[in-house]
C-alpha cells in the first residue's frame, strides 16, 4: 500500500528498498556515512505531525551536505526512477513529507547554515536544515528576525518555504511566501536553478520564486533561501475581548484594521474552546463568571511596538473601538498571561491530536465571511453526525477546525461538504499547512480540472521523471 | 522588420494585416463595431511611452467587452496563428504592449469596472481596463486605496499587473505583487482559468497568480484582478536630507527602517539631478547655496499616518537620525512644497524623454550596494564615453539611470557593461518596468541559459500556440 492510499486514513509501513547499484551512487555523491538503510533509519523519519497516521519507511535517508551534493542525490534518482522526498524538521502536519515507498528521504540535517546575513539590507541568505527557532536567536544578536511564526519555531525554513507557512501573526508580518525573495533550488533533473535574489523588486522574466514556494517539494528542493528580516520589535501587549457572537468579532476586525491598529494577533477563540485551553493550561485570564457566561467568542489582539509609548498608544485606540463595537469587556493581559495563553493557542493541536481528532482542517475563507462560514459548518456536522471544533485567525479567515469521525468514509464525505461550503464562499481549502497527502484527495476533487491539469504541466517541466515527492498535492495523470 | 529588430533601435512601422477570415471571427467574437483595421486604429496604438521608438501597427484592434468575448478573441487568434497583444492605457515604457505585425491589438477600453468592492474585507474585483485614478476615486469614497503607485496613476490596473510596478512607494507599500490575491485570466488556449482568490492566505497548490503576475502578457491575459486595499492614510509630510555623498544616503536607509519608521518614500537624487529639477519645475525648497555647495546627494523623506500626531512623532525620529547621520541639513517641506517635488521627480521622466534620451535602465541592487553600483556605472559610463545620469529609490535598491548615446552598437555595449555589473552586485535587470520587448535583448543575453529554458517551457503550458504577446521578454527557442 502506498502513501496515496493510506491517505485515505489506513496506517501502513510498506518495506522499502532500493533499485541495485543506487545505493552506491548515493554513497559516492554523499559519502557512504551519509546514506542510512533498514534499522539505521530513525522511525520518526517515516511521518510527519499530522493526525493521519500516515507512515511510510523510505528506502534510504541520504544526509547531502552541499547544494551540489543534493543535485548528485537528485541525479541518481531521476536516472533511476526513485523517488525523492525532501525533510527538514518534520513538523508538517499535512503528510507532505511522508516518505514513498522504495524511496529517498532527502534529509537537510547537515544543511542548516546561515550563509550570508546583510545587516544593512535587511536579508539573510540561509540553508533549508535551518529552524526557525535557530535562525532567530542567530538574528535577535542583530535586532532583526525573520518574521514567518507558524504553530512551532522548530519547523525547519525549508519547511515552510515548502508550505508556505503562515500561523498567527501573519495578519501583520505577512506569510513566507511575503519574506522570500529568492531560492536556489535543484529541479527535478538534478540541475541547479538560482531564482530571485536579494532584492525587493524585479520585473525581470516570471517569478520562479514564488512558482517553488508553497509547491511542497513536487517541483524543485531548496538548496538555499534568501529571506527578508524585520527590525525586532520589543514591546508588546496582548487584549482579551469577549462578544456575545463570532458575528460582532468578524465586525469589528475591519474597523480595527481601517482604523490604522497593526495587530499582530487577532485570533477568534470560541467560548468552548477557551474553556479547553482553560482547564488544559491552567489558565485563569481574569473574566468573570457573569461575562463568561454571556460570551460566545473571544477576541485575542496582540500589539507590537518598538517602544511601550507606541503600544500604550495603539492599545487606547484598541481598546477604544473593541468597547464600541460591543465587547462585553476589554482585558488587558499582563505580559506573562498573553504569552500563557498565545501558547496554549498554538498548543491546541497538541490538545486535539492527544484528545484523537481524527483530521485537522485550516481553510481560509475571506474573513467577513467567517461567521456565515462557522454556521454553514456547524449545520454540516450536525448533518453528518461528526464533531467538529474550530478556532481562528480572525484577521485573515484561516479557520482551524479539529474534526472527530474515525469511519473513513463518513469523514470523507463530512470533510468533502466542509471544504465545499468554504470553497463556495470564495475560500480556499488550506491556508498554511499544505495539501500534501493528506489533502490531496479533496484538493484533486474540488479544484477546476484544467487548473489541475496546469499543476500536471508544470510539474513536468521542473520534473519531467516525476521523482520529486511523487503523489503529494495531486497524482500523476 | 519586426518588433524584435525595432528593439535594436530602428523605428519602424510594417503594414499589417489579418490572414483571410480572421476579421469575420472577430467581428462575431466581439462586435464588428469593436473590431478596428486600418485607418480606423489610433495609432496611439502603436507604441507606448519607451524611449526607444518601438512603432508597429497591428492589424486589428479589438475590444471585448467580457471575459468570454476575451476567451473567443484568443481561441481565434490561437486557431490562425495570430499574435494577440493586450494594451491597457499603454503608459509603459519597455515595450511591453507594442503590437506585432499582423497581430492583433486586445484593448481592455470596455472592461473598467469594479466587479466587487468588500468594505469588511478590504479587497476589491476590478476589471483590467480600470485605471489607477479611477479606482482610487472609487475607493477614496471608502477610506480606502489600492496602494500601488508607479510614476503615474494613468495606468490600467491590467498593465501594472503585467509588470508587476512598483514604484517610489514600494518601500512601504510592496510592489503589485504584493496586492494581487487572485486573478482571473484567459490563457494562449482560450481556457479561462480563477487563479487564487479574495484571501491573504493560501497553500493550496501551485502560486499560478504570481506567475501571472509580471509575466507581460505572455502568459494569459488578466480579465479580473482581486486586490487588497489599505486604509487611506490622511496626512503626510515630506524631509529633504541634503548628504554630502550617497554613500552617506545610503548608510541611513537600513538605519531608519531599523528604527522602526516605516517611510512611503526614501528616494536619492543627486545634485545634478536636483538642479535639473529645481530648475526645469521652478521650484525652491530653501536649501541654502552653502549647503547645496557641499551636497552630493539628496534623500527625499515621506512619512505618512492616520493623524497629524502620528506623522509628527514619526518625524521627530527620523530627523533625529538624520541628524545623527551627517544629514547637512533637515528640511521639513510644506504640504505643497513637497508634492511639487515629488512630482518633479516623477515627471524627471519627462525631462529625460525630451531631453532626447536613448534609453532608460531601471535595474535593482540590494540597497546596500547602491553607492558601490553607482561608482561602477560612472567607471563604465566614462570609458564607453556615454553618458548616464541617476536618481532612484534608496528604499529598495531600484535606480533609474537615463543613457544618453544615439549609435545603437555603442548603446547596446554600454548597456550590456551597466547590467552585468548590477547582476555581479546580485542585482536584476528591471525592478519595476518590466523587460518587455525593449529590454529582452539584455534579458536573454544575460540570465542563466536554463532558466531561459524554464521560462519558454512555461510558456509552452500556458500558451502552447505562441500567440500571447510574441517576442516579448524573450524569443520563442
Request: glycine residues 12%; charged residues 20%; contains cysteine.
Amino acid at each position: 500500500m502506498s502513501v496515496q492510499a493510506t491517505a485515505q486514513g489506513a496506517r501502513a509501513a510498506e518495506p522499502s528498498t532500493l533499485p541495485a547499484g543506487v545505493r552506491s551512487e548515493l554513497a559516492e555523491a554523499v559519502g557512504a556515512e551519509h546514506v542510512l538503510v533498514g534499522v539505521a533509519i530513525n522511525p520518526d523519519t517515516f511521518t510527519d505531525e499530522s493526525l493521519h497516521g500516515l507512515v511510510q519507511a523510505p528506502a534510504a535517508v541520504v544526509r547531502p551536505g552541499s547544494t551540489a551534493e543534493v543535485a548528485a542525490v537528485v541525479r541518481t534518482a531521476a536516472r533511476h526512477r526513485v523517488p525523492v522526498t525532501a525533510r527538514g524538521a518534520g513538523t508538517g502536519v499535512s503528510g507532505g513529507c511522508v516518505p514513498s515507498a522504495g524511496g529517498i528521504v532527502l534529509s537537510f540535517e547537515r544543511m542548516t547554515a546561515v550563509l550570508d546575513l546583510d545587516l544593512a539590507g535587511h536579508t539573510a541568505v540561509v540553508q533549508p536544515g535551518i529552524t526557525l527557532a535557530d535562525l532567530n536567536a542567530h538574528l535577535a544578536r542583530h535586532g532583526l528576525v525573520y518574521p514567518v511564526f507558524p504553530g512551532t519555531d522548530a519547523s525547519s525554513v525549508g519547511g515552510t518555504v515548502a508550505t508556505n507557512a503562515g500561523g498567527m501573526r501573519a495578519v501583520r508580518h505577512g506569510v513566507t511566501r511575503s519574506h522570500v525573495l529568492g531560492v536556489e533550488a535543484v529541479t527535478g533533473t538534478g540541475e541547479v536553478l538560482r531564482l530571485g535574489g536579494a532584492v525587493v523588486k524585479r520585473s525581470t522574466g516570471y517569478d520562479l520564486t514564488q512558482l517553488v514556494v508553497g509547491s511542497e517539494g513536487t517541483l524543485a528542493l531548496v538548496t538555499e533561501a534568501t529571506v527578508r528580516l524585520s527590525p525586532l520589535l520589543g514591546h508588546s501587549a496582548t487584549i482579551l475581548a469577549p462578544f456575545v457572537d463570532v458575528d460582532e468579532v468578524a465586525a469589528v476586525v475591519p474597523q480595527l484594521i481601517a482604523a490604522g491598529a497593526r495587530p499582530s494577533v487577532l485570533e477568534y477563540i470560541d467560548r468552548g474552546t477557551m474553556k479547553g485551553l482553560l482547564r488544559t493550561n491552567d489558565l485563569t485570564l481574569g473574566v468573570s463568571a457573569e461575562v463568561a457566561e454571556r460570551t460566545g467568542a473571544y477576541l485575542v489582539v496582540v500589539l507590537e511596538g518598538r517602544s511601550a509609548a507606541e503600544v500604550e498608544a495603539e492599545l487606547e485606540l484598541v481598546a477604544a473601538l473593541l468597547d464600541e463595537a460591543g465587547a462585553l469587556d476589554t482585558y488587558i493581559l499582563l505580559e506573562g498571561q498573553g504569552d500563557r495563553l498565545l501558547e496554549a493557542r498554538e498548543n491546541a493541536f497538541w490538545m486535539v491530536k492527544a484528545a484523537g481528532a481524527d483530521d485537522l482542517i485550516d481553510l481560509v475563507v475571506p474573513r467577513a465571511r467567517i461567521p456565515e462560514y462557522l454556521r454553514a459548518v456547524s449545520a454540516i456536522a450536525e448533518e453528518h453526525g461528526g464533531r467538529v471544533f474550530g478556532c481562528g485567525h480572525a484577521g485573515d479567515g484561516n479557520i482551524h477546525f479539529s474534526v472527530y469521525e474515525p469511519d473513513n468514509e463518513r469523514r470523507h464525505a463530512l470533510l468533502t461538504a466542509i471544504y465545499q461550503a468554504g470553497l463556495a464562499l470564495g475560500g480556499v481549502i488550506s491556508g498554511e499547512h499544505g495539501i500534501g497527502a493528506a489533502k490531496k484527495p479533496y484538493f484533486q476533487e474540488l479544484v477546476d480540472p484544467a487548473l489541475l491539469a496546469v499543476h500536471r504541466q508544470i510539474k513536468a517541466v521542473f520534473d519531467p521523471a516525476g521523482v520529486l515527492n511523487p503523489g503529494k498535492v495531486f497524482d500523476p495523470a
